[in-house]
Structure formats: structure tokens, C-alpha cells
């Protein structure tokens, strides 16, 4: 009976504090958000041997002005060690005007200056898909009650999908050695029209590894400030291009790079309650114009091939914006 007692009270003393431990060490928070982006995705076709310094053969713009998303943040850890990962999925809607540009007369020598745009589109441009997933972890280091920093590692995966329709387009015509420019004063120098329907079509999947650092400030009054940046030591972009006005033809472009995308982020967060907090949160997102493999194919073949005559480029850039409820659980 006396042992029985002694270890009743020994648990009465104890379970508190071993409680009271893991609430302290061990934190679990999960995060629903809706945002919206603002900028573009660009793609690009280079000439392999130019004569000419500028070897841009075409870039197409796909806008994102604006893309809305919901998605959901879930971060826990135990103590200083903190491992978060999100996922978001975008509206299927309109985001701006698809421009497609080229500048064909860099194919031709002896062209003397006639380096300027040849062919220019515009068409509405329809977001079809677009969703991330990311993971990162770090160390949290708070040498005072008021600032914290964390270096951190992570990964991030990206798919993006459109399609634009109809438009009008702006053509040079062809002279003896070259093309006139898509806006030569003279009318029988350019040819102009609309399309109808389904001109092209874009998917992007990339995957990038990151390294960052992150502070937090925690003010009187619930309020609290991170602000970080983050470097992409590798990333890896598979793309695929589908003209539909020329049966369909398919380009794909594989890009890789190093050190070439970075992002910078900010949040400020109220607490309302131990539990529950609102957040703002900003981004920016820069991926440096890379170039790489160019594969083609048409509908009716089944395999791509690998041009040896041009280049596939890939860059983006774009502000992220959202709101967020941060429910902690424990």
C-alpha cells in the first residue's frame, strides 16, 4: 500500500510536467490560405549559330494578372527543429493576354539591321491548371524573446498549364533577303487577321531545391514580422508547346540552372488568441531566363526529335499575395 501510494503521488507530481514539456517542446499548427499571383511565365526560342548578337529567335508571354489559389500550409517540430509543407491549387480562369513574338530575319546573313520584330499575336489567354507543393525544414536559433532566425533547406514543385485563344496577329511579308517589320508603315509590307479558337497551348512542370534564411520580429500587442529570402542552388523545368494552327505540333524544352531563381518573402501575423492567428503574407519570385534542349514532334509521330538548329528557354517572374488562418493545435 505505501509503494502504491508513493507512486500515485509520484504520477500526480509528475504527468503535469511531462505535459506541460510537450506542449512546450512540441508545436503543430495547420494554416488554410487563399492568395493570388501577378506577373508572367515567359518562353523563349534561341537560334543555335547567329550571326548576330542577339540570337532571340521568339518569346511568348503567358500573363498571370491575376491567378487566385487556395491551398493549406501544415508546420510543426519539436523544440528549435521545425518541418512545414503546403500545397495550392489555382481558379481555372482568364489571367491576361498571351504576346508572341519573333524575330525570323536573325535566320537570314547579310540581313544588314534588320534585327527588328517580324511577327506579333496577342490572344486571350486561359489559365487551365497551376499547382505547387513544397516542403522545407530548419532550425529555429531565438537568442532573445524578441528575434528569432532560421536557416532552412527545401523543395518546391510547380505545374502550370494554358491555353490561348482566338487574337490577332500582326505578320511582316517576305522581300528578296528578308522580312519587313509586323508594323512597317507600308500596308502591302505586313499582313494582319484574327484567329479563332485554340492557337496555343503551354505546360511547365519545375522543381526546385532551396536554401534559405528566415527572421522573426515579435512586437508588443500580438504582432509578429518574418522576413527571409531563398536561393535555388538547382532547378529543373520541363516544358511543352502546342501549336494547334500547324496540326498540332508539339515542342518540348528542358531547362536546368544553378543559383538561378531566388524569392523573397514577408508575413505579419495577430495573435488573437494562443491559438489562433491571421496573416499577411508576400512574395516575389524571379527565375533568370536558362536555356536548354529543344525536342519537337507532330501529332502524328511517336517520338520527339532533338533540334540541332535552335535553343528552348524558360524564365518567370511574379508577386504572390494572401491571407491566411493559422490554427495551432498544440
Known amino acids: 500500500?505505501?509503494?502504491?501510494?508513493?507512486?500515485?503521488?509520484a504520477a500526480v507530481f509528475f504527468l503535469p510536467c511531462a505535459a506541460k514539456a510537450h506542449a512546450t517542446n512540441w508545436h503543430l499548427a495547420v494554416e488554410p490560405l487563399f492568395g493570388m499571383?501577378?506577373?508572367?511565365?515567359?518562353?523563349?526560342?534561341?537560334?543555335?549559330?547567329?550571326d548576330y548578337s542577339n540570337d532571340k529567335?521568339?518569346?511568348?508571354?503567358?500573363?498571370?494578372?491575376?491567378?487566385?489559389?487556395?491551398?493549406?500550409?501544415?508546420?510543426?517540430?519539436?523544440?528549435?527543429?521545425?518541418?512545414?509543407?503546403s500545397f495550392t491549387g489555382a481558379i481555372p480562369a482568364r489571367t491576361g493576354i498571351t504576346y508572341d513574338s519573333d524575330w525570323q530575319n536573325i535566320q537570314y546573313k547579310n540581313t544588314g539591321d534588320y534585327q527588328y520584330k517580324t511577327n506579333y499575336s496577342?490572344?486571350?489567354?486561359?489559365?487551365?491548371?497551376?499547382?505547387?507543393?513544397?516542403?522545407n525544414g530548419g532550425y529555429t536559433f531565438a537568442p532573445v524573446s524578441f528575434?528569432?532566425?532560421?536557416?532552412?533547406?527545401?523543395?518546391?514543385?510547380?505545374?502550370?498549364?494554358?491555353?490561348?485563344?482566338d487574337g490577332n496577329y500582326w505578320y511582316g511579308a517576305?522581300?528578296?533577303?528578308?522580312?519587313?517589320?509586323?508594323?512597317?508603315?507600308?500596308?502591302?509590307?505586313?499582313?494582319?487577321?484574327?484567329?479563332?479558337?485554340?492557337?496555343?497551348?503551354?505546360?511547365?512542370?519545375?522543381?526546385?531545391?532551396?536554401?534559405?534564411?528566415?527572421?522573426?520580429?515579435f512586437f508588443p500587442y500580438n504582432l509578429s514580422c518574418t522576413?527571409?529570402?531563398?536561393?535555388?542552388?538547382?532547378?529543373?523545368?520541363?516544358?511543352?508547346?502546342?501549336?494547334?494552327?500547324?496540326?498540332?505540333?508539339?515542342?518540348?524544352?528542358?531547362?536546368?540552372?544553378?543559383?538561378?531563381?531566388?524569392?523573397a518573402f514577408s508575413s505579419i501575423c495577430y495573435a488573437c488568441t494562443k491559438r489562433f492567428s491571421v496573416c499577411l503574407n508576400g512574395e516575389f519570385f524571379y527565375m533568370k531566363t536558362l536555356r536548354g534542349d529543344d525536342y519537337t514532334k507532330t501529332a502524328n509521330a511517336s517520338s520527339y526529335?532533338?533540334?540541332?538548329?535552335?535553343?528552348?528557354?524558360?524564365?518567370?517572374?511574379?508577386?504572390d499575395l494572401a491571407v491566411s488562418c493559422k490554427f495551432r493545435i498544440f
Open 1 to 9: 500500500m505505501k509503494r502504491l501510494f508513493i507512486a500515485l503521488a
Open 37 to 50: 499571383k501577378w506577373g508572367q511565365i515567359d518562353e523563349y526560342v534561341f537560334l543555335k549559330d547567329s
Open 57 to 85: 529567335l521568339s518569346e511568348l508571354n503567358w500573363e498571370i494578372k491575376p491567378l487566385f489559389y487556395l491551398g493549406v500550409r501544415v508546420s510543426g517540430g519539436w523544440r528549435g527543429i521545425e518541418v512545414s509543407t
Open 122 to 135: 496577342e490572344s486571350d489567354n486561359e489559365l487551365d491548371s497551376n499547382i505547387t507543393w513544397s516542403i
Open 147 to 165: 528575434f528569432s532566425i532560421k536557416p532552412f533547406v527545401g523543395f518546391d514543385y510547380d505545374h502550370i498549364a494554358f491555353t490561348a485563344y
Open 174 to 217: 517576305s522581300a528578296s533577303n528578308h522580312l519587313y517589320a509586323y508594323d512597317d508603315t507600308e500596308a502591302e509590307h505586313r499582313e494582319t487577321g484574327t484567329f479563332s479558337g485554340k492557337v496555343l497551348g503551354y505546360e511547365r512542370q519545375s522543381y526546385f531545391v532551396w536554401l534559405g534564411l528566415s527572421m522573426a520580429f
Open 227 to 263: 522576413l527571409g529570402a531563398q536561393v535555388a542552388p538547382y532547378l529543373y523545368t520541363f516544358s511543352t508547346d502546342t501549336h494547334y494552327l500547324t496540326n498540332s505540333t508539339e515542342y518540348v524544352d528542358i531547362v536546368e540552372g544553378y543559383f538561378s531563381a531566388f524569392k
Open 305 to 319: 526529335t532533338l533540334s540541332t538548329y535552335v535553343d528552348g528557354g524558360a524564365g518567370a517572374s511574379f508577386f
